[in-house]
């Protein structure tokens, strides 16, 4: 779900994705802007019929801070969420402010789901548990022990970074595959609905580790119809996807602009 600032904006958000979407995720002002809560925003999906995936981070959270607001989701209803450590703030942040970084992906992982299983905290409930890997070219005898770790502490899927290299993709998914951690966690490839060149350049210098090639940027920058050029490339990335062992699913990301995904979904031919 893109960046919704209002009820309004996030119901019309709802409406036009819920028939396309297994979920929307409700991100976590991973740059520091001021957005709307995660829980407002899942409360809002819920009312509408939609199943939200909160994403909360450690950056901004003590452990306190973190099961307060997990045991508050599972009050709601929310059942899904993704549990990241978090992208440090540039030091041209202002006003300056302390980040936390108190817990490693496996701690915040280990913390939901022993909430989940103790039976003297009221209200609380077992997560789909997500947690982030980035997409690189490994060398052949790179092992992902830090996936295997928290996949064991508990996660149940794992999603990547926006990451346009299929080659990549393929090459680091056989290691997922070979390590067997396919068997225990789903894999969500993460993907961009990109309008313009300027936008792919623009989420390029936004989005830590996202993944694009310069061939990518000059075919949208020299299609006649840019936006729709991003849309065919997005859907051709989606089918490439489904050919790449060990994939699950894909998340679609858009700047503000759903009916490019919904645009995106319907070239690509597939519904959830």
């Given at each position: 779900m893109g ?9 019309q ?23 709307m809560?995660g ?20 950056r901004?959270?003590n452990?306190i ?8 989701l ?26 936390v970084?108190e ?11 022993l ?16 947690t ?48 067997r ?9 993460n ?19 996202a ?9 949208i920058s ?34 503000n ?10 070239a690509?031919?597939i519904?959830?």
């Amino acid at each position: 779900m893109g960046r919704a600032d209002t009820a309004q904006s996030t119901r019309q958000q709802a409406a036009l994705l819920k028939p396309f979407v297994s979920a929307l995720q409700v991100p976590d002002a991973h740059d520091g802007r001021l957005q709307m809560s995660g829980s407002a925003a899942a409360a809002i999906l819920l009312a509408e019929g939609v199943d939200p995936l909160v994403h909360l981070t450690g950056r901004d959270r003590n452990r306190i801070a973190l099961e307060n607001e997990l045991l508050g989701l599972a009050v709601l209803g929310v059942r899904s969420v993704l549990l990241t450590r978090g992208e440090e703030l540039p030091a041209s942040y202002r006003p300056s402010t302390h980040q936390v970084m108190e817990l490693s992906g496996e701690d915040l992982v280990t913390s939901a789901r022993l909430m989940a299983d103790d039976d003297s905290i009221p209200g609380a409930k077992e997560f789909f548990i997500g947690t982030p890997a980035t997409v690189f070219v490994p060398k052949k005898d790179w092992k992902p022990k830090s996936l295997m770790a928290r996949a064991q502490a508990g996660a149940g899927f794992i999603q990547t970074q926006i990451c346009f290299n299929m080659k990549s993709m393929r090459r680091y998914m056989q290691h997922l595959v070979d390590a067997r951690l396919t068997w225990q966690c789903a894999v969500i490839a993460n993907l961009a609905v990109l309008p313009s060149a300027t936008a792919a350049i623009e989420l390029q210098q936004a989005v830590h580790g996202a993944v694009m090639s310069r061939k990518l940027v000059q075919r949208i920058s020299q299609a006649a119809d840019p936006e729709l050029e991003g849309v065919r490339i997005c859907a051709e990335k989606i089918q490439q996807l489904k050919e790449i062992p060990g994939v699950s699913g894909v998340n679609l990301v858009s700047n503000n602009r759903p009916e490019l995904i919904v645009a995106a979904i319907e070239a690509a031919g597939i519904m959830p």
